[in-house]
């Protein structure tokens, strides 16, 4: 099956006061239609950055090189107008913060009707009954009325469902969805989640879900892509990863989440495991691995030169940058 | 809906009243003698005082003097200036509309210059247009109106003899005549007006653009000029309101130096002569209406931030 997303050696360098920083090293990956694919790592890795670039919403004096491919359509060549119908048409975004993402200003019809209107051409009472049955798809009750409300009417859940609708209005290819739970509640979560994982098995849409939450990526994607500095740690499919992490930073992420294996692994231990330390800005190009500071394992090869994305076994699409991965462990299903 | 607006009614009314009595007390406080600001004569002597501050209600109690202005105004009859013999109603309806439209004329001004500069300034951040923007808003806020004003006289009126250097014509006896006196003084009051509203729009529209919705209403694929003035332009028109509302404010009490530069007998004009004269019946008359006329302003913006923020919209209505 084609890939919709087709994300190859991206790299994206911003700018703050006190110069550039490298905020993603060179990162590739691939969706296919009806596939979740979980794009995971901790604050500051660069996840967010990869996708706002996906659609070119980094601010003016981000450098952007690589290829970023919708459908085969290169995103970072077209012109504006080209780009707009590959924005909100093609490929939707939610954010993270429902609550300042939805403007405060129009009601929730209006925001869903403008989607509507430029990529659907509808207008008027199609629109309107469109819109409905979009408020009706992530849940929302009651959506005559929801329609007329503001956003500061809403609760927090609330908005993030009328932010899918909006998504979902343009009849997107590939949805990605930028932390999407992360400033909810544990129970508004889940309900999220559920009209997430729904829409994937109703329109086969592809989905890039960015994380930092290993337990929402165990819930519904089916491969996951590890982010460390900006750059890809360790690829695999979700089951594969879950049973046998080997890099020593995924291993880290797992061990920090309760009853996973391999904190079951190690379940001598009364508490969870941190990984000690903070993810690098880096403002110019390593010589070595970037987790090796962070890193149990590291060796003066790791400080000595960075490690490039090798296929790992046990299964063949399984890959990671790391010159001493983890043993595959046997672990007790 | 309903309570609130009573509400905000009982607010003004009680402002008025609150104003009214500092006003009252307030020119009564300011040194000098209104007899002999009257007669003109220093050396008067106590017992034509005294008949002159009888023959105005100037010796009762103030309390008394209070109560007896009050229901003057109650009942519309505010007498006759000391001063110049006429009844002061005439004098209120002949100065307010000039500076009305003097108000009017140079917010109109100010809006079409300072809105759209602000815009493009914010959009255009840091690139040539923007300094340029700024340079002339700081300029347009520190060059004094009176020189302003001369400056475009002796341009206008004297070296291209276009426009007439000054006076006043009512609209109605002669609408031309009465734009052309009104064009520079509007223009120099209007482009103060531009600096301010330039760069409270600017600085309001950098921060909506910084916004998430703003972020949002792009990935949505709306083109730019929707995204700037749909989605920015409403979240940041709302600081631009108030000070549209304090510079009403301004304008309305009268901007005695711009109408004295250009001859307009505006409430600028009639608000110095009064206080020069120690004429206490003009001044508080003036002082009441110029106050009444801000708690409308003041009114009227709330229903402007209702429109503009439905947030407000819901907390005024509980």
Not at chain 1, 48 to 67: C, E, I
Not at chain 1, 313 to 322: E, N, R, S, T, Y
Not at chain 2, 43 to 57: K, T
Not at chain 2, 287 to 307: E, H
Request: aromatic letters at 6%.
């Amino acid at each position: 099956m084609p890939a919709v997303l087709e994300v190859d050696d991206l790299q994206v360098r911003l700018f703050d006061r006190t110069g550039p920083v490298l905020a993603v090293r060179g990162i590739s990956l691939s969706v296919r239609r009806g596939e979740v694919v979980a794009l995971v790592g901790e604050s500051g890795c660069g996840k967010s950055v990869t996708a706002l670039s996906l659609l070119r919403l980094l601010p003016g004096d981000a450098q952007v090189t690589g290829s970023v491919r919708v459908d085969g359509r290169e995103v970072l060549e077209l012109s504006p107008a080209q780009l707009r119908t590959i924005r909100g048409g093609e490929v939707a975004m939610v954010f993270q913060e429902p609550m300042t993402s939805l403007n405060p200003a129009f009601s929730v019809g209006n925001q869903i009707a403008e989607v509507l209107r430029l990529h659907q051409g509808l207008r008027g009472a199609q629109a309107r009954a469109r819109a409905l049955e979009l408020l009706r798809m992530v849940g929302i009750g009651d959506p005559e009325k929801r329609l007329r409300s503001f956003p500061h009417e809403l609760s927090g859940g609330m908005r993030q469902r009328v932010m899918i609708a909006m998504a979902l209005a343009g009849e997107p290819k590939l949805l990605v969805l930028d932390e999407p739970t992360t400033a909810l509640d544990v129970t508004t979560q889940a309900q999220i989640l559920d009209i997430v994982r729904d829409l994937r098995s109703r329109t086969g849409m592809a989905i890039l879900l960015i994380t930092h939450d290993l337990g929402v990526v165990a819930d519904i994607a089916d491969r996951i892509v590890v982010m460390y500095a900006g750059a890809k740690v360790e690829e695999a499919d979700v089951y594969d990863l879950f049973r046998a992490p080997r890099h020593p930073y995924a291993a880290g992420l797992l061990g920090a989440l309760p009853g996973s294996a391999v904190a079951r692994r190690e379940a001598g231990r009364l508490r969870l495991a941190e990984i000690p330390g903070m993810v690098p800005v880096l403002r110019a190009p390593l010589e070595s691995c970037a987790f090796a500071p962070r890193c149990q394992r590291a060796t003066d090869q790791c400080r000595e030169q960075p490690p490039l994305l090798t296929p790992c076994g046990p299964a063949d699409d399984h890959a990671v940058a790391c010159f001493h991965p983890e043993p595959v462990a046997t672990v007790p299903a | 809906m309903k309570v609130y607006v009573i509400r905000r009614l009982g607010v003004s009314v009680f402002t008025l009243v609150v104003a009214s009595v500092l006003v009252f007390l307030g020119i009564r406080a300011v040194p000098g003698n209104p007899a002999i600001a009257l007669t003109g004569n220093a050396n008067l002597s106590p017992a034509a005082i005294a008949a002159i501050e009888g023959q105005y209600g100037l010796n009762k109690p103030l309390p008394v003097q209070y109560a007896d202005w009050l229901r003057q105004i109650l009942t519309g009859h505010l007498g006759s200036s000391p001063v110049t013999g006429m009844p002061i109603t005439t004098e209120l309806s002949s100065a307010f509309p000039i500076t009305v439209e003097l108000t009017i004329l140079a917010m109109l001004i100010g809006i079409v210059i300072g809105i759209p500069a602000g815009i493009i300034a914010a959009v255009r951040r840091g690139k040539a247009i923007d300094y340029a923007g700024n340079a002339i808003a700081l300029f347009g806020l520190s060059i004094p109106s009176f020189w302003f004003g001369i400056l475009l006289i002796l341009i206008f009126a004297v070296l291209l003899r276009v426009l007439p250097a000054s006076g006043y014509v009512s609209f109605l006896s002669s609408p031309g005549s009465n734009l052309s006196h009104m064009v520079m003084p509007a223009f120099v009051l209007g482009t103060g007006v531009a600096a301010v509203l330039m760069r409270q729009m600017r600085s309001g529209m950098l921060e909506a653009l910084r916004a998430d919705y703003v972020r949002t209403a792009r990935a949505k694929g709306l083109p730019e000029p929707s995204v700037v003035l749909k989605h920015a332009l409403r979240n940041s028109l709302v600081t631009v309101a108030t000070v549209i509302g304090l510079q009403l404010g301004v304008l309305l009490s009268g901007v005695a130096v711009t109408e004295e530069v250009f001859g307009l007998p505006g409430v600028g004009d009639l608000t110095i002569n009064a206080v020069f004269q120690r004429d206490y019946p003009t001044i508080q008359a003036v002082a009441l209406i110029t106050a009444a006329a801000i708690i409308v302003i003041n009114f009227a913006l709330d229903f402007v931030y209702a429109f503009l923020s439905p947030r407000v919209r819901v907390e005024g209505a509980q």
